[in-house]
């Protein structure tokens, strides 16, 4: 099973590509690091309940619907 902050990281770069963004234009509207939110969306980092929120509100999303996107994401790897 694929751990959560690696599903958190690949549930951000899912939607971020949804949105034709690159991890710049990411990281600029959520006041992050350009190289940081790469760590995120490759789950090398675990990011705070903060960076979490800054993310979701870059992408254009509630923090309740990244994280049920990455619950659905595990319940599919364990199907």
Not at 31 to 43: H, Y
């Amino acid at each position: 099973m694929t751990k959560p902050y690696a599903q958190f990281g690949a549930i951000v770069r899912a939607r971020r590509t949804e949105l034709r963004a690159s991890q710049e234009t990411l990281a600029h509207k959520a006041g992050l690091d350009r190289s940081f939110v790469g760590e995120v969306e490759r789950g090398t980092t675990t990011p705070s309940l903060e960076t979490m929120a800054k993310l979701a509100a870059a992408l254009d999303i509630e923090l309740s619907a990244l994280l049920a996107r990455c619950e659905q994401r595990r319940k599919n790897e364990v199907a």
